[in-house]
Structure formats: structure tokens, C-alpha cells
């Protein structure tokens, strides 16, 4: 009878079985005490009888086993006391064969076996390993079978005939002997373990393969035990272990053990048996089972013999002398065609393993990968686009090996790269265009040529325009990450040789790629693109003024920057292509000398002002860096310049804020008002600058009588309400009060500066219409107000005790 | 004892790839306490890795930062120091020390932490610290014809601070030193009062 398999039975045979051994181990003990031969025989054979049952599951059994095997070592002990009290171990052996019944039979003679070949008179192992070996063959159940073979080798493997051991002799025979008995037991085990799965009814059969698989190492000990040998040889593995191993696994046709030992073969032996017996193992792979996930035995196997390689680099040259890269393509190429029905995923992760190993063994060598991937290309595309998400996983998995083991530039040049990548969908290619800019950005490798650019844009091609079938499926936010990898990118397009000729032939390339991207991309990938082009022409410009200038020179540079400038505006993204222009500005100012072509940039710059700017706070912004750039531009005339200025100083009164508009007309004055640099023709126009504080003045007066107007409280301080960050400290809100001193600041600003308008007489009637101010009701409570005050006459006495020229102009000066 | 770190002008994306790996390896988190970053963040993804680096991060608004989420100026206490924060393209002319006097009389800062320049300065004024930190990718800009990475790390205990400028200088970082005193300040206040 086949035992079943629930649960619930087979927890009850169990408990029933291992209380019955439990009963008889009790006997057997106190049969030990007695010094009873006879009794300890026959309560051994009947706890051993135990494990005569058809019941219970491999997992049970082995409990059971175990159990047994505990209560065994008692007698074990007992036998070699024996011994020592003149029974010899040759009567034993000869006794214990009387048990009734054949599983407890053996048992009790591989433990007499055992003590015999270990006792005093010692036995010729070689005889007794033969003869017990042979004899269990008597016991042909898969379950009971496997567990007494595995016994016997428990018992057995310290007293085998090895090289060196004691065992060993003319009688004793030698390591031959030892593997012999180690090859038998492995193929019996092995036979048995295959029948186990015709064991039960079929519709168990999942659960007992599940079982079946957890037994996997009792057969692998064998293998375990051969590979400890001190006798083996690589010869004696080349020439009796491996073919006879493989031999088994070949001809036992069954997928899980033919997995199984082919990892542990690869596992247990050491790699330079593997390295010279490289052509019969690789050999043996075609031949398994097509259910045997082959690519996982030969990704162990590389992977080994990659580590080998990696540890000693003269492994290498014997790796070439076998052709070790040819062999295994072989195999691979081999084995996918033998079975065609092997999933995408299967076949790429194998090619994948087998690119590790090149990378690893050979990194020189870029031609084995290419080869690689033209097998696999091959292999892959007569099963179809891949979709299934497994093997999509896979082939990313496989095309990112090469990124990371050699140089991407290159590894993207292959001619086989592109047409694996061509057989992912849209959607996987997109992940590895993500990938190759991703590795290109963490290794900082830069592209250079036009070639280049042009190939690595038909790469990353999913990332920078829309693709069919992939549109709908990204979201802004997918799109916007994507466009940050690119906007990183850019920055490493750079011509190794420095040539700002190549350099703006491959921006080009770049320019034309991103304009077809759509303004949801071209706003986050154009400015890098100028900003490239904007450091090249710096480079340009002071080639052109040293007199050898290139043929690619600032005019078509600063064309390039209007052209995307304006690219970004139709975006539209108008605020950042305002600041691009106004840096534009000051670039071909003050680097190149061109002032037609800086004018151009700021009516650009300001077109975009008057139009595109949509509110209030971004007008401000946008003014600020209007002043701010113009007051660093040295190279306009006076008429374009008056014409900037006042357009700009225009600007200022439209803007809605009183407090806005104040402080617009003082960044104004700076207009009139350059620092000294050397070679540059500074404005210094004093009129300009005073009329802009007077206007100022005027508008802060303005803002103080609105204020009478609205008649409402007037914020004193910024509350450190909910949404200011913790630390903040109480800041000056403007109001007009604060304007009042920030006018008087730059009045200072402008003495100091030596600016001859700005006589004392002027600074002490404004320093009392201030005081006066401050004096105000509105503003006396205003501590950020006070304190700004109270700075800047801090700042005023300072100026007093300087001392030397400065002082003296303060001199007069009353607080 | 805080230790503040004081980085701007990042420009990734629009000006440089990424932070130098040098400064990375620095910018350990766990040990920086506060981050003050004058602005030209750019991406919300230079945010996140501040923000990694240390839990409170302050912010104001970079002419290039196009989101306006951040304000013009900042100011936070720290110590027995006010330290304001400010990019610097709002004062004209850029970078000029008299110019951005002012703005520290106005926010009344001990300590102006500022950028825009892509130069890294760290100087007293008018017995103030004014620090500039130089963009800490080394990014274009006009005005500056090769600008250095840069960054500061400010100890700060109690009233005084001790400011650590790192510089990225042909691949090495190198760290220069320099000490503030906020009672030097205060006494030299007291004394014109």
C-alpha cells in the first residue's frame, strides 16, 4: 500500500511509527546494559523495522530515519565494546545477517560493516565495502532504498580506502576502491531518487516532486564526499569520475535530477577540473532534458570560471588554449537549438551569463560580445517580439551587462547592439534608453564626435520624442524625469580633442534631436543646450581676438544661442528663455565684443518682457536681472544704450506695487553707473543717477500718502506664522518706511562711490526727512524698520571713523 | 554646536551633470544639522538630495529657478547669530560688497549667506560675515571665467562661527578656514552706539 498524502494521516503514521521506535531504542538500551548480544540484535532489527513502512512521505520518512539512526549509534558503541571484550567484529557481521527481514538486515550490517573495516582486527575495507554496497542493492524501494544508501555512506565515509588514510593497503585496497564504492552508491541513490517520483497517485505529484527536490542532497553527498578524496586526481576525475557521473545524469531522463546534479558537479569540484574537463561538461548540456533549465547551469558555470579567471589572471591563457569563449557559445547556440520551444527569457538570461563571463575573462575583447549578441539576436528573434515580462527583464539584463563591464560609447557602436534592443517594445526601450544614459552619467564618460552623438541619439531616441505606442502611456512627471537624464547629458557631449568646431557640429546634431521633442521636453532640454554653447563661445571668442579663429565663429555661435533661446520662448517658457537672452547679452558683450548682436539679445529679452511675462512678482523678477545685466554690459554706444536704459527705466512705473516700483527705480540707477574696470569704458552719469533716486523719493512719498488712503493697519513685522520654517527670524516687510532707507542707503551708496551730485547737503536733508519718518507713529514700533535704520546709520559713523579721504566727506555730516 | 551647510547655485541639469563625486563623498547625511541654499537649485530633484543630506533645508529664489516657491530673501536664527539668506541677482550691481551691505542692514544679519557669482568670498564687513558661496557645481557663468566648485560648512557655537570653505581645485578638495565672532561684532557696535 502507497501511503496518501494529507497532512493529518501522515502526522498520525508518523507519531505512531516513531513511538514504536521510541519503545524498542528503550529495549535495545537496556539489552546494552544487560550485555545482551542477542536481545540488542533483535530490538535493533525491530525499531529498524520501523522503517519497512510504505507510508509516509519522503519528508516523514526522513524524520523517522533520523530517529532511527540516533538509536543506532547506541549499538554502534556496543558493537565495538564487544570487540574489546574478545567477540570478534567478523562473528558479528556474520550475526547480525540472521535478522528476519532485509531493511533491518542492512542496517545492521553496514553498522557492523563499518566496525569491522574500524576495529582492531580490520578488515579489508575494499571487501566490505564491496559486499555491503552490493548487497543493498536487495533493498529496491525508492524511499527505503535511498535512505539506507545514504546510511551506508554516512556510516562508511571515514573508513574509506583513501589516499593516505589508514585504510589503505594491499588488502584495503586504494583510492580507486574508495571511488568505486562512492560511484556505485551514487548511481544506485541516483536510480532510486528518479523512481520516487512514480511513487503515489499522480495527483500528489507536485507536492512529492516538491518533496522529492528537498532530497536532493542526499544523493549530492556522494558527489561531496568524491570531490574530498585526497586520492583524486584531476586524471582519475577526467578519465573514471566525470564520465561515469555524467553518464548517470544523461541517461537517468529526469529534469529535476539532471538540474540538480549538473550544479552540484559544477559546485563541489574544483575550478581547474572544471577548466580541463570543459568540452564533456559543456558537452553533456545539450543533452538533458528539455525541461532543464540549462541556462542556469551554464550561468553557474561561467560564473565560476569568470571568478577563477578574475583570481588568477594565468588562468586566462589556459582558458584560450581550450577555447573556453568558443566552447561555451557553442554550447549555448547548441542548446537553443535543440530546443525551440525555450522561453525568450531562458535564452537571454543564458546569453547574459555568458556576456559576464567575457566581460570578466576577456575584457578586451568587445568582438565576443558583439558575437554574443549576435547569437542571441539570432536566437530571439525566431521567437517573436519579446513582451512577456520575464524576458523583457532578461534582455534589459543582458544589454546592461556590456554598459557596465566596458567602455558604453563602444559597446553602443557593436553591430548586433541595436538589434537586440530593437526587439524589446517601445516601453522596454525606453527603460533601456533610460539605462544607457543613466551608466553614461555614473561613469562621466563623455561622448565626442559627431558620429557619436548622432548614434547615441538613435539610442536614447525614446526618451526625446514621442514613439508610437509608448505616448500614452507616460505621464508629465515620466516625461519631465526622463528630460532631466537628457539635460544632464548634454553636459558630457564634449569633443576630446577641445575643438569648438566639433563641439558645435555635435550641439547641432543635439539641437535638432531635442526641437523634434515637443515643448513638454524642449522646455527642459534646451537650456543645457545653451548653456554648453554659451561655455564653447567664451573659448571662441578669445580664439577670434588672438587671431586664430576657428571656422565655426562667435556669429554662428551666438545664431545657434538665438535659435534655441527662441525655441524656448515658443515653448513657451518664457521666464527662463528671458534669463537665457539676458545672459546671452552679457556673453556677447563682454566676451565677444559684438554689441549689435547683445542689443539683439536684450530687445529679444525685453520683446519677451513686455509680452510673454504673466504676472506681477515674475515682472519684478525678470526686471532685476534686466538692471542687473545691463549694468555689467560695457560695450553699447551711448545712443544704444540710452535706449536700453530708458526703455528699462519705463518698465519701472508699470510695474503695479508702489514698494515694487521704488525699489525697480533704484536698482535703475545703476544704470548710470558702472564699476571701474580696467580696459572698459565705465558710464558714469550723475545726472542719470540722481534723477532715478529723486524719482524714488517721489514714488516712496506717493506710497506713504496710499497708505492714508487705505487707512488700515499696516503689517508691522512678518508674523513667524504656520508656514515659516523653524528658525526663521522676524523679517522687514516693505512698506514705505522701509523704503525711505533703502533710498537712503543708496544715496550713501552713490557718495561713497564719489558720485559729485550727492553733496553732503543733499545726503543731511534727506537723513532728517528720514529721522522724521522714523520718527512717525507708523513706523516707531517697526522693530525690523528700527533696526534697518539704526544699521544704516551704524553704517554712517563707521564711514565717520575711517579716517582719510572718506571720513573727511562725512565729516560735516550730522546724525 | 550646529554645523550649517551653506551650497548654491547648482544649476543641475541647466549648467552641470551632477555635483562634483568629491563633495558627494562629503556631504554625509546625518551631520549636517541646518542647509542653507541661496538658490539655482533648478531641478526639485537637487532639492530631494538636500534634503537628504539634512532634514531642514532653507531656500530662496535663483534667477534660474523656475518654480517661484521659494522667497527672495530668508532670514533664520542660528546660535546667537541672524543669518540672512539671499541669491544676490535682486542686487545690483551683482556682487558688489557696498551693494549687498545694504541688504544685510536691511535683513540685519550677522551673517549674509549669498550666491550668484559663481565665486566663492567669505569676508567681514563692517564687523558683518558676508559669504558667498560660488556654485557648488563649478557652473557656467558670465562672469566668472573658470568658477571653482564650491561650498561652505559653518560651525557654529553660541556666538561664534567657524566657517569651512571647500573648493574643488584640479580634482583635489581643499579646505581653508575662517573664524567669526559675533562678540568681536557686538563690542564693536557698542563702542559707536
Redesign the interface.
Known amino acids: 500500500m502507497e501511503g496518501g498524502y494529507q497532512p493529518q494521516e501522515q502526522k498520525a503514521w508518523l507519531k505512531d511509527a516513531s513511538n514504536a521506535v521510541k519503545r524498542h531504542g528503550f529495549y535495545l538500551r537496556k539489552a546494552i546494559d544487560d550485555d545482551n548480544m542477542k536481545e540488542a540484535l533483535r530490538y535493533s532489527a525491530a525499531l529498524l523495522g520501523e522503517l519497512r513502512t510504505s507510508l509516509l512521505s519522503p519528508q516523514k520518512y526522513y524524520e523517522l530515519y533520523m530517529q532511527a539512526c540516533d538509536e543506532l549509534r547506541n549499538l554502534e558503541v556496543f558493537f565495538r565494546e564487544e570487540a574489546a571484550k574478545g567477540r570478534s567484529h567478523a562473528e558479528l557481521y556474520d550475526l547480525v545477517q540472521h535478522a528476519g527481514n532485509i531493511v533491518p538486515r542492512l542496517y545492521l550490517l553496514c553498522t557492523a560493516g563499518a566496525c569491522y573495516i574500524r576495529g582492531p582486527a580490520g578488515a579489508p575495507a575494499k571487501l566490505i565495502l564491496r559486499d555491503v554496497v552490493e548487497m543493498c542493492k536487495g533493498v529496491q524501494h525508492p524511499t527505503r532504498g535511498l535512505f539506507l544508501r545514504a546510511y551506508l555512506v554516512q556510516v562508511m565515509r571515514g573508513l574509506l580506502p583513501d589516499t593516505g588514510s589508514q585504510y589503505e593497503g594491499e588488502e584495503g585496497g586504494n583510492v580507486i576502491d574508495a571511488i568505486e564504492f562512492l560511484l556505485v552508491n551514487f548511481t544506485e541513490m541516483n536510480k532510486l531518487w528518479v523512481r520516487m517520483q512514480h511513487q503515489g497517485s499522480a495527483r500528489d505529484r507536485e507536492k512529492r516532486e516538491r518533496e522529492r527536490q528537498q532530497l536532493a542532497d542526499l544523493v549530492g553527498k556522494n558527489l561531496t564526499y568524491l570531490s574530498q578524496l585526497d586520492g583524486l586526481t584531476f586524471q582519475l576525475y577526467r578519465d573514471i569520475v566525470l564520465p561515469r557521473v555524467l553518464e548517470q545524469v544523461v541517461s537517468c531522463r529526469d529534469d529535476i535530477a539532471q538540474q540538480y546534479l549538473m550544479q552540484c558537479i559544477i559546485m563541489v569540484f574544483p575550478d581547474e577540473f572544471h577548466l580541463g574537463t570543459l568540452q564533456s561538461l559543456l558537452g553533456t548540456l545539450p543533452q538533458l532534458q528539455p525541461g532543464v533549465r540549462v541556462h542556469t547551469v551554464l550561468s553557474l558555470l561561467m560564473d565560476r570560471l569568470a571568478n577563477y579567471a578574475a583570481s588568477d589572471r594565468g588562468v586566462v591563457q589556459q582558458m584560450n588554449q581550450v577555447d573556453a569563449f568558443g566552447q561555451m557559445s557553442g554550447v549555448a547556440l547548441k542548446v537553443v537549438e535543440q530546443h525551440p520551444d525555450m522561453p525568450g527569457a531562458d535564452v537571454a538570461a543564458m546569453y547574459s551569463a555568458l556576456l559576464g563571463f567575457s566581460g570578466t575573462v576577456y575584457p578586451d575583447q568587445l568582438d565576443f560580445v558583439d558575437r554574443v549578441l549576435e547569437t542571441c539576436h539570432n536566437a530571439l528573434q525566431r521567437r517573436g517580439p519579446i513582451g512577456e515580462p520575464k524576458a523583457e527583464k532578461q534582455v534589459v539584463a543582458l544589454l546592461s551587462t556590456p554598459l557596465d563591464k566596458y567602455d558604453v560609447v563602444t559597446v553602443l557602436g557593436l553591430t548586433h547592439y541595436p538589434s537586440v534592443m530593437e526587439l524589446l517594445q517601445p516601453r522596454m526601450k525606453r527603460e533601456m534608453a533610460t539605462k544607457i544614459v543613466q551608466t553614461l552619467?555614473r561613469s562621466?564618460t563623455h561622448v565626442s564626435g559627431v558620429d557619436k552623438v548622432e548614434m547615441l541619439f538613435s539610442f536614447i531616441a525614446p526618451l526625446v520624442r514621442d514613439m508610437d505606442g509608448l505616448a500614452d502611456q507616460l505621464d508629465e512627471e515620466d516625461i519631465a524625469e526622463d528630460q532631466?537624464l537628457l539635460?544632464?547629458?548634454v553636459?558630457?557631449l564634449r569633443s576630446a580633442s577641445g575643438d569648438s568646431d566639433e563641439q558645435f557640429a555635435m550641439l547641432e546634431v543635439a539641437q535638432r534631436h531635442f526641437l523634434l521633442g515637443g515643448p513638454q521636453r524642449m522646455r527642459?532640454t534646451l537650456?543645457?543646450l545653451a548653456?554648453c554653447a554659451?561655455?564653447t563661445v567664451?573659448r571662441v571668442a578669445a580664439a577670434e581676438q588672438a587671431g586664430s579663429a576657428p571656422k565655426v565663429g562667435t556669429a554662428r555661435w551666438y545664431q545657434f544661442l538665438h535659435q534655441t533661446a527662441s525655441e524656448l520662448a515658443a515653448v513657451p517658457?518664457a521666464?527662463?528663455a528671458l534669463?537665457l537672452f539676458l545672459?546671452c547679452a552679457?556673453?556677447a558683450s563682454?566676451?565677444a565684443g559684438l554689441d549689435v548682436t547683445a542689443y539683439e539679445f536684450f530687445e529679444q529679452a525685453f520683446i519677451l518682457y513686455e509680452e510673454s511675462i504673466p504676472d506681477s512678482?515674475?515682472e519684478v523678477?525678470a526686471l532685476?536681472?534686466i538692471?542687473?545685466t545691463l549694468?555689467?554690459c560695457y560695450i553699447f554706444g551711448p545712443d544704444e544704450r540710452a535706449a536700453l536704459a530708458h526703455k528699462a527705466s519705463s518698465y519701472c512705473a508699470k510695474l503695479l506695487k508702489r514698494t515694487d516700483q521704488c525699489q525697480a527705480v533704484l536698482?535703475c540707477s545703476?544704470l548710470y553707473w558702472?564699476?571701474e574696470v580696467e580696459g572698459k569704458q565705465a558710464v558714469r552719469d550723475e545726472q542719470g543717477v540722481l534723477s532715478c533716486l529723486k524719482r524714488a523719493l517721489k514714488i516712496a512719498n506717493a506710497a506713504q500718502q496710499q497708505l492714508a488712503v487705505a487707512a488700515r493697519p499696516r503689517p508691522r513685522s512678518a508674523t513667524p506664522g504656520s508656514n515659516a520654517?523653524?528658525?526663521?527670524?522676524?523679517?522687514?516687510v516693505a512698506s514705505p518706511g522701509?523704503l525711505f532707507?533703502?533710498i537712503l542707503?543708496?544715496y550713501l551708496?552713490f557718495f561713497?562711490?564719489g558720485c559729485g551730485q550727492i553733496t553732503t547737503a543733499v545726503l543731511q536733508s534727506l537723513l532728517e526727512l528720514v529721522a522724521n519718518e522714523m520718527a512717525a507713529e507708523a513706523c516707531k514700533d517697526d522693530e525690523?524698520l528700527q533696526?534697518?535704520y539704526n544699521?544704516?546709520l551704524?553704517?554712517i559713523?563707521?564711514q565717520k571713523?575711517k579716517g582719510g579721504d572718506a571720513a573727511a566727506r562725512y565729516d560735516t555730516l550730522q546724525l | 554646536m550646529v554645523l550649517v551647510l551653506a551650497i548654491g547655485d547648482l544649476?543641475?541639469?541647466?549648467?552641470?551633470?551632477?555635483l562634483p563625486p568629491q563633495f558627494k563623498a562629503l556631504l554625509v547625511p546625518g551631520k549636517i544639522a541646518?542647509a542653507l541654499c541661496p538658490g539655482n537649485l533648478c531641478?526639485e530633484?537637487a532639492y530631494e538630495y538636500l534634503r537628504s543630506v539634512c532634514g531642514?533645508v532653507?531656500v530662496t529664489?535663483g534667477?534660474?529657478d523656475?518654480s517661484?516657491q521659494w522667497p527672495d530673501?530668508?532670514?533664520?536664527?542660528?546660535g546667537d547669530f541672524?543669518v540672512g539668506l539671499c541669491h544676490g541677482?535682486?542686487?545690483?550691481?551683482?556682487g558688489?560688497k557696498?551693494?549687498l551691505?545694504?541688504l544685510?542692514?536691511?535683513?540685519?544679519c550677522d551673517i549674509l549667506v549669498t550666491g550668484h557669482t559663481h565665486e566663492f568670498q567669505a569676508y567681514r564687513h563692517?564687523d558683518r560675515l558676508v559669504i558667498c558661496t560660488g556654485s557648488a557645481t563649478g557652473?557656467?557663468s558670465?562672469?566668472v571665467?573658470k568658477p571653482v566648485p564650491s561650498f561652505a560648512l559653518l560651525d557654529i557655537d553660541g556666538s561664534k562661527a567657524t566657517v569651512y570653505v571647500y573648493q574643488l581645485i584640479d580634482g583635489q578638495v581643499k579646505v581653508d578656514k575662517l573664524e567669526f565672532s559675533k562678540a568681536a561684532a557686538a563690542a564693536g557696535?557698542a563702542r559707536?552706539?
Open positions: 552619467l562621466s532631466l539635460a544632464r547629458l553636459h558630457n527642459h537650456l543645457p548653456f554659451l561655455e567664451r517658457a521666464e527662463l534669463q545672459t552679457h556673453s563682454e566676451e512678482r515674475q523678477r532685476q536681472s538692471m542687473g549694468n555689467r536698482a545703476h558702472q564699476a520654517p523653524p528658525g526663521s527670524a522676524p523679517a522687514l522701509s532707507v533703502e542707503d543708496h551708496f561713497d562711490q525690523p533696526a534697518f544699521n544704516t551704524a553704517h559713523r563707521q571713523a | 544649476h543641475i541639469g541647466h549648467r552641470a551633470a551632477d541646518k531641478v530633484s531642514d532653507t529664489q534667477d534660474f523656475e517661484s530673501t530668508q532670514v533664520v536664527s542660528i541672524r541677482h535682486q542686487v545690483v550691481p551683482w558688489d557696498d551693494a551691505a545694504i544685510q542692514r536691511k535683513l540685519d563692517e557652473a557656467y558670465s562672469m571665467e557696535e559707536q552706539l
